[in-house]
């Protein structure tokens, strides 16, 4: 690539919390990408053993700009990190250094940190401001944006937590460079997933550019950034807080059986992203079992996924009892009914419940 | 007391956040006080075990002719257990039984039950409707009002938190006659608090009528919980989240130097609302020393609280240094610098900085 791509901006409308994505290159270390943040005495980075060698310098060299003091918490990489032990050593670092309300804390990393930090700053003194600076693929379309934030139960993914929206995400492309290519692939299921339940054009998009994006293009890369961001956005300021409406649920999409794969083998073993690849098939198949699409189109979807690199088959150390077992401590079922997030036709998705046998099937 | 006083309702107004406070006698046990709240297929209680053996029949009862099942956690009683060990025991036994997002929580108990239901209810799914069921005074004055939620860390006092508003607060005065003489006093030290920062017509009246409320007087009590809870509701729904307006900061009078007795004795030595009443007198003595009132005024204040069965004179095993300390950690606190909440005349409250000789001196 001879020319970087230009600065894109997608702004999620939320009233008095509205924010800003920017996405581009170079952003990260860039001190003018932070100037219109709150004034504090303090910033806090909060990031992972494998990225603060790759970034948190350069991330505090920016920030000392605009903020006296700049500290680091530096938490171990991984799902099965994302507890309350973990939690509580940003809650240590922010009491121990005297850090006030006004404190801003930035998430520099990928979905367990953006997690964690935005789960930290909902909940440090009922409530501080955090910026996302995700550097994964998957937490740049998805985990950063729309202010889900979490920590895991032994019981169930994700189910202590708070919808609390950040000041800024701050995308830089640039980091995706660095991202081992099993991240890489885990971040393109998110991609794929946009496209089959918001935007069909967007998924014959990704057919056409596949195998640019697995090369790294940045150009590919920026666009499909932008536009999933543009479809979260448009999703996330409809049904900020996953309401009865059920528009933000079909973000889920994948999701359900997704989990419980991730519950099942234990978390961290699949990614994230590798997860919600295999439980796409499953919805997919199950969709096609309830009369919604036909074949040809689970066809799609599973061979686009095999493409990015992703499992279309789930563990076979789960049974269906254990898929059932976990599927029904997901928050969107409801006394004690699962409810699928499922396709009713390309680039569309809907909530509903499903027959036991129908599910099953689609276990395969 | 031939007459029961009449029920009342006040209303704390914060937009589509909106809820009352229904004020009377055997409230609790009438499942008609429930009707009008969320269905559910489960009501969580969640209470202690000094009030479990009291009210939770009761109340089980009354939730069982809107709710198909009725669970109830009991915690240990005390500040010293309002840690995340305890506050995962909610989340434990949601898991456990399958609690779904729509799952009602009612915290029945005083505000240590109050603050950790309403924080486990705020991040449980990321947020389910909650009650609060206050059966203490200081509760039903204070913590149950305005929707802080919060556990404690070891460095401080309510450092991990939300606001998260109830739908409904359930002011049973009868519960009162179970409550012990020390912790009825501690109630009305935010009782008095609200006459002195809010209200100098109520605080003379509490003047006229304090050996009324010493003796249990139910109609003496009702109307003191009910203006109480009428000035914070004003003072909640113009600022509900302590901004920078510094409103509802002045609800914290008493509270800083309060915070720092509880801190350096160790939380649960002395009750909330015995600290808070010594915090009074010395943040009256501060203002005094600002020149903002005379010595007639720390006098009088000083006098209702002794009455009241109040402590007036802080521990003496604390030193200056360690006031200082553990005041430098308060929440209003802003780059190192304490802020405090002074009366600048009897019934009005501002918040200001203070040099350090005169918080010293205010220390006697």
Known sequence: MLSKP??????IALAERSYDIVIGMDLLSDSATYAG??????????????????????????LKTHYPRVLQVILPDGEAYKDWKNLNLIFDALLENGCDRKTVLFALGGGVVGDMTGFAAA????????????????????SS?????AINHPIGKNMIGAFYQPSLVVTDISTLSTLPARELSAGLAEVIKHGIMADWAYFEWLEANM????????????????????????????????GSSGI???????????????AGLGFGVWLHGEAVACGMVMAARLSQGLGLVDAAFVERVTK???RAGLPVAGPESITPDEYIHHMSVDKKAEGGQIKFVVIDKPGHAKVQA?????VIAALK
Not at 6 to 11: G, I, P
Not at 248 to 262: M, Y
Request: charged residues 20%; glycine residues 6%; contains cysteine.
């Open 354 to 358: 499903a027959p036991n046998d129908l």
């Open 145 to 149: 944006v729309g202010g889900k934030t």
């Open 248 to 262: 933000r649920a079909t973000l889920n999409f994948g999701h359900t059986f997704g989990h419980a794969i991730e």
């Open 6 to 11: 230009a600065l894109s901006r997608v702004c």
């Open 37 to 62: 943040l709150p004034k504090a005495e303090t910033a806090m980075i909060v990031t992972n053993a494998t990225i603060a060698p790759l970034y948190a310098k350069h991330l505090e060299n920016a």
């Open 304 to 306: 686009l996924l095999i």
């Open 123 to 142: 909940t440090y003194m009922r409530g501080v401001p955090f910026v996302q600076v995700p550097t994964t693929l998957l937490s740049q379309v998805d």
């Open 211 to 242: 195998d640019k994006l697995l090369q790294g293009d940045v150009a590919a890369m920026a666009y499909a950034v932008r536009v999933s961001c543009e479809i979260k956005a448009r999703v996330v300021s409809l049904d900020e807080r996953e």
